[in-house]
Structures are given as C-alpha cells and as structure tokens.
Nanobody, 124 residues
C-alpha cells in the first residue's frame, strides 16, 4: 500500500492551498483517511480525519478554515486549506487505515499507513 501526497508549497498568510493524497495497492477497503502535520520541533499532530460513514474530525486550530473531503471510488483524500497562517507551516502527512480480508470466513485485519509528507510553508 502506498500513499502519495501532492499540493504543498509556499503561500502567503491568508492564502489557500489544496493537498491531495491517493492510496494505491492491494486492500479490500479503507476505514479511515486523514491528514496530520509536524511543525519544526514539534510532534506530529492530527489536522483532520474522516471515517467511512462518519463525520469529519478537525483539530481546533483549523476548524472553519480547513475542509477534508474523500472520494471512495478513487481512494483519495483532499485537504482544502483556506485563510492560512504562518503557524500552519509544517510537513503534512496523509494517513490511511486499510482493511484486508484474510480468510474465507471474512476475518479482517487493519493496518495504518503513512505518506512521505508534503511541505507547506506560510509566509507572514
């Protein structure tokens, strides 16, 4: 399973960027997809996640500015980022929890995967 992010870059404060992530490989379903970020000197933190059939979940710091969207047919997840602030500067990582059926009875296993990250820099 591979996750590939795109859409990072340099933007001025108040601007917008859209990140995209595509999940490819062998699996039977994706239970959850999301975005995390890691700023310099800080731990990786949740930005937004979405589960199959569930409501999106956002970090308080991005609520109202960022929107996560998922295309189940294409196995993609996007993050629309508006009103960007310098404190949004970070490497953004795509995350997916992938499901596989492992036997004829339908037993499943789930595994978490990460992309390599894409850098978002917001200048003041």
């Amino acid at each position: 399973v591979h996750l590939v992010e795109s859409g990072g870059g340099l933007v001025q404060a108040g601007g917008s960027l859209r990140l995209s992530c595509v999940v490819s490989g062998s699996f039977d379903g994706i239970d959850a997809m999301g975005w995390y970020r890691q700023a310099p000197g800080k731990e990786r933190a949740l930005v937004a996640t979405t589960t199959t059939g569930g409501s999106p979940n956002y970090a308080d710091s991005v609520m109202g500015r960022f929107t996560i969207s998922r295309d189940n047919a294409k196995n993609t997840v996007d993050l629309q980022m508006n009103s960007l602030k310098p404190e949004d500067t970070a490497v953004y990582y795509c995350n997916a929890i992938v499901r596989r059926v492992v036997n004829v009875e339908g037993a499943t296993v789930r595994r978490e995967y990460w992309g390599k990250g894409t850098l978002v820099t917001v200048s003041s």
